[in-house]
């Protein structure tokens, strides 16, 4: 155990193979991260009250910060945060307690709130606001604040998402080889 990976109640985070956490990123809890996935500098990740899973292949960015909410009497699941495979999630984002699916891009200072879902293959836009409860729509671009369906993506766009996961792979495995 390092000082940023940590238990919280005796639950220690899980992690995936090839999976680089920077070392000034905490990691704490209830969080599973998948196979080959890059957790970058400054990134804050709690699953205290709740479970955090970040798929495979998926990178969290600098400053970026996840956490979930707590079950409740009127909530008894709360809103863990789970996250798809191929997911590029930018610079200071904050996803608190939603879902979203696999081949997405979140732009950086996006901020997606409690019990939003996210289907696959979605861009969203830098500093978009993703209220609580939307359902953003697999296959189109999503920006403002409070965020609007924009457009379809084009083609090139689809192809993009997995290349930048794809690429960060590659950055993480030089991360890892030293």
């Known amino acids: ?4 990976i940590r238990p919280f109640k005796s639950i220690m985070p899980n992690l995936g193979v ?3 956490i920077d070392s000034s990123s905490v990691v704490v809890g209830d969080i599973t ?13 709690r699953g205290d009250v709740n479970k955090i899973m970040i798929g495979q292949r998926t990178n969290v960015q600098d400053g970026s910060v996840l956490h979930v909410t707590r079950k409740s009497h009127a909530n008894p699941d709360g809103y863990p945060l789970i996250i798809g495979d ?13 879902t979203l699916g696999s ?4 732009g950086m200072g996006a901020i997606i709130m409690d019990g939003a879902v996210v289907q696959d293959d979605v861009f969203i836009g830098a500093g978009t606001l993703v209220p609580p409860n939307k359902v953003l729509e697999s296959g189109y671009l999503y920006v403002g604040n409070p965020m609007k369906k924009a457009r ?3 083609p090139e766009e689809k192809a993009f998402l997995v290349k930048s996961a ?3 792979v590659i950055l993480k495995n030089d ?3 030293g």
């Open 86 to 98: 191929d997911v590029t999630i930018g610079h200071k984002c904050m996803l608190h307690g939603c």
């Open 103 to 106: 081949r997405i891009l979140v």
């Open 175 to 177: 991360y890892l080889e």
């Open 152 to 154: 379809p993506l084009k």
């Open 18 to 20: 090839n999976t680089y």
């Open 33 to 45: 991260i998948g196979n080959d996935t890059s957790i970058w500098p400054l990134v804050a990740m």
């Open 1 to 4: 155990m390092t000082a940023n």
């Open 166 to 168: 794809e690429n960060y």
